[in-house]
């Protein structure tokens, strides 16, 4: 999920100060409207990354960071019996929930590059990121859940949805291709057969030609 350039570009101070203000924790800018539409669409750049991801290759084996084990194995020493495949907003939102959220996500904290980054979380797994189906979440939180979704075999779903609407696709592309050829065929086989009864045509009436010739000859 990480991604690095070769080039250096160079770019405005405005976007400088944007790419600032986005690499600092959410409560730092308060409810600034501009950073705020920022992080939105910067989140949503990041979700919409991530679904082609899980819909294009098999879940099972992605790998989102370098400590994928340790954030695994910490989610789920934490939160043994944390129901993932639907998520139960209570249980990241509500206060008891934060308290028991809040240190797991600080020993996070200079291990995972914006580990407080705000990121939007699917609630069913199964579905895309619509408007029903989304929170807003710290990276950390979206990580651990994630993770644990393509481990254990949840996200399948989606990969599993996409691939066979493609499949069906291709095969409906594949009948279409094989009617317009069987259609070029049937077409090429009349052509066959009108030119065949047009020679056969052309040598009777040689034929008859022929023996009037002869007729007239013997006449004579």
């Not at 405005?14 to 203000?21: F, K, N, P, T």
């Not at 950390?140 to 979704?149: D, G, S, T, V, Y």
Request: proline content about 3%; glycine content about 8%.
């Amino acid at each position: 999920m990480e991604t690095t350039s070769g080039t250096a570009e160079p770019v405005s101070g405005e976007l400088v100060s944007v790419a600032h203000a986005l690499s600092l924790p959410a409560e730092s800018y308060g409810n600034d409207p501009d950073i705020e539409m920022a992080w939105a669409m910067k989140a949503m750049q990041h979700a919409e990354v991530y679904y082609k991801l899980i819909s294009s290759v098999d879940p099972q084996f992605l790998k989102l960071t370098k400590v994928d084990d340790q954030i695994y194995s910490e989610f789920r020493e934490n939160f043994e019996k944390l129901r993932i495949d639907v998520l139960d907003p209570e249980e990241l939102k509500s206060e008891s929930a934060k308290e028991k959220w809040r240190p797991f996500c600080l020993k996070f904290d200079g291990v995972v590059e914006d580990f407080n980054y705000g990121t939007l979380l699917r609630l069913d797994c199964s579905q895309g990121y619509t408007e029903e189906n989304t929170i807003f979440a710290p990276r950390i939180q979206f990580l651990a859940i994630e993770i644990a979704r393509n481990r254990e075999g949840y996200n399948k779903a989606v990969y599993t949805s996409v691939q066979d609407k493609e499949e069906e696709k291709e095969g409906n592309q594949g009948r279409e291709k094989g009617t317009d050829s069987g259609g070029a065929e049937e077409k090429g086989a009349n052509r066959e057969r009108e030119k065949a009864k047009s020679n056969k045509g052309e040598e009777k009436e040689k034929g008859a030609n022929k023996e009037i010739s002869k007729s007239g000859e013997t006449a004579m």
